[in-house]
């Protein structure tokens, strides 16, 4: 399926070109890499079926997934936008939009949360909050100063979208701007290699070049896909089972060999070759049913909200229960609990958020034209 969409020229005009294609399975793939990164964070208490699952400790590799398909994408959007500033605003104010309004809100309840026990009295918090509410908290600034857990993510991402509209502003080749960033991206895997030893955990100090790194892969996977003819059906699907399978095997690998998690962006990237060139396999069909696309339409409210919202719950229980049966059952109740609050925000937060956004960077071309 292909959008249209206006793009303003140097003269103060329109012109019309296509936009990116828009892929379901991709949407279905957030939607997965989201609620396995949840199931994570669940097994890590004890008691449940879910910390029985030894690949779920890896879980948070999935996080690096999250990267590399933000960087095909934010490359198929911008990477053919015309060099100029009103094309880079446009494009900031709509990232912005996309994610500043959901974060706002999970960063408010993090911080009623560190109210109520007590960790909003700690020394530097003011500056933590601070930096949380410019997303700038995971730049590597402080090793630490993230209120909402998975919020980490989110300030590494806006920082490459600041970095990615900057080089399109300086450099007007599609090629030459995938060139830059694939250089900052293997900047950032030296970085990674020679000061952490190749491993992706650790303190926030790295976690920028971490996702930069993914982020460029992801760019350089949009640009050797955008002409790749399609797979044939069968070919596509088992790629894709194949990918699967590995990354279910690097979960499992990776709590015992830590390096191996490097491994985690190129299969990413892989996954997503795989996809884009799928014409309509089995799989593709699969991902494109009604449960995986809420799931990837929700995955962001999924990402951001169930960090505040078991801890919201975990402090009206008093806690973790220690008994397997009461165990599951809270993993039940969670994850309803997450399903329903994240169809509230996304209705009542994204959806007005990316609305507002769009309005907002199209009205100085609106304006003028009505002026012509």
């Known amino acids: 399926m292909e959008r249209r969409c206006r793009l303003r020229s140097p003269a103060g005009g329109q012109v019309i070109q296509p936009a990116r294609a828009f892929h379901a399975n991709l949407e279905a793939l957030r939607g ?9 964070h669940l097994s890590l208490n004890p008691g449940s079926v879910l910390a029985a699952v030894a690949p779920l400790s890896q879980g948070w590799l999935f996080v690096d997934l999250f990267f590399v398909l933000s960087g095909y994408v934010i490359a198929s959007v911008h990477a053919e936008s015309e060099p100029t500033p009103a094309a880079a605003r446009r494009f900031l104010i709509r990232r912005v939009f996309r994610l500043y309004p959901l974060h706002l809100a999970t960063l408010a309840a993090a911080l009623i949360l560190n109210f109520i026990s007590g960790v909003a009295s700690l020394p530097g918090y003011g500056l933590m909050l601070a930096m949380n509410l410019t997303m700038t908290h995971a730049w590597g600034l402080v090793p630490g100063s993230v209120l909402n857990g998975p919020s980490w993510s989110i300030s590494t991402e806006w920082a490459a979208y600041l970095l990615f509209a900057w080089i399109c502003l300086r450099i007007a080749s599609p090629r030459r701007r995938i060139q830059a960033i ?15 030893g190749g491993n992706l955990d650790g303190d926030l100090l790295f976690r920028l070049p971490r996702c930069l790194m993914s982020f460029a892969l992801g760019a350089v996977v949009w640009h050797a896909c955008r002409r790749a003819m399609p797979l044939p059906p069968a070919r596509a699907a088992a790629l894709q089972l194949a990918v699967g399978a590995m990354m279910l095997g690097l979960l499992a690998a990776a709590g015992v060999w830590p390096r191996l998690a490097l491994l985690m962006p190129l299969l990413s990237a892989a996954m997503i070759m795989a996809m884009v060139r799928d014409p309509g396999s089995a799989a593709r069909r699969l991902l494109e049913r009604p449960l995986p696309q809420w799931l990837g339409r929700h995955s962001y409210s999924l990402y951001l909200v169930h960090m505040p919202l078991f801890g919201a719950l975990m402090l009206a229980t008093g806690g973790w229960p220690s008994r397997p049966a009461t165990a599951n059952l809270t993993v039940a109740l969670a994850l309803g609990a997450l399903l329903a609050v994240a169809a509230l925000t996304y209705r009542f937060i994204e959806r007005p958020g990316r609305a507002w956004g769009r309005r907002l960077s199209d009205r100085p071309a609106r304006s003028r034209l009505a002026i012509a």
């Open 32 to 40: 997965i890499a989201a609620l396995l990164v949840v199931l994570h």
């Open 182 to 196: 694939g250089a900052v991206g293997l900047l950032s895997l030296v970085a990674l290699v020679v000061w952490r």
